[in-house]
């Protein structure tokens, strides 16, 4: 018996089975080294389950290994480089302030109080122009068509019957771009004074005389009241007395 064993710590039959599995005995049992690995990552596992499961137990959702909520579907971040990366407020909830004090984003003036100086023009840009620096822009004001002519006028000429000012009448009607319409000016001043009170009627001859010369010319009034003429069938039907006022 002496002469059988050797000097190794295991038996002949555990040296020369290497190939079997490698037992442990715990309270005089013999378990294999595997299951022993197994029952340590189940017991790791539980521990993190139980851990994740008091910190969410306030909101009432139980957590998975693998950071997903098997009630409300909200995915609970488990990487350290995940929550790092995260540009979300961590209580939920924004602080009410805009991006960068409102500045530095497209379409923005920039931060409040900030000066830009002044942009130098580039001779070698291809599209430097040198006669571009000498240019005098000015206004295009669009001639009125007809529709738009007794539309901006009539509320002219009915605030000129309440504050009767013919000054101010003639600086409105002169920033304005009346072209050929101008002859126009004396047909719906008296066609509006038809429909209105004889005091009214006396303004508008105080506004046309005011007017020739400066707004309209002598054969702008000519013409208009040649139109008022041929225009009188209809206007009779709106103030009977029109052709004797």
């Known amino acids: 018996e002496l002469e059988n064993l050797s000097d190794a710590p295991f038996s002949g039959d555990e040296e020369n089975g290497g190939s079997e599995e490698r037992k442990t005995e715990i309270n005089g049992n013999w378990i294999p080294a595997t299951s022993i690995t197994e029952a340590k990552i189940n017991a790791k596992a539980k521990r993190r389950l139980r851990k994740n499961s008091s910190r969410d137990s306030g909101r009432g959702d139980s957590v998975s290994d693998n950071g997903e909520t098997l009630k409300t579907g909200v995915v609970v971040p488990t990487s350290p480089k995940g929550k790092l990366l ?93 072209g050929e319409m101008k002859y126009s000016v004396p047909v719906l001043a008296v066609s509006l004074a038809l429909e209105g009170k004889a005091s009214h009627r006396e303004m508008t001859s105080k506004l046309i005389s005011d007017l020739c010369g400066t707004v309209v010319s002598k054969t702008d009034v000519e013409k208009s009241f040649d139109r008022l003429l041929k225009e009188l069938p209809e206007l009779v039907l709106d103030s009977p007395r029109a052709p004797q006022v």
Not at 122 to 142: A, F, G, R
Not at 156 to 177: A, C, P, R, W
């Open 86 to 178: 995260d540009r979300r407020s961590r209580s939920g909830k924004g602080r009410g302030l805009p991006k960068k004090g409102g500045a530095g984003g497209k379409g923005v003036w920039g931060t409040p109080g900030q000066v830009y100086d002044v942009e130098e023009v580039d001779i070698k840009d291809p599209n430097y122009d040198d006669d571009q620096e000498n240019c005098v822009y000015e206004t295009v004001v669009l001639p009125l068509d007809e529709r738009a002519f007794e539309k901006t006028l009539t509320p002219i000429i009915q605030e000129y019957f309440e504050h009767g000012d013919t000054n101010e009448v003639s600086e409105m009607l002169k920033d304005l771009n009346l």
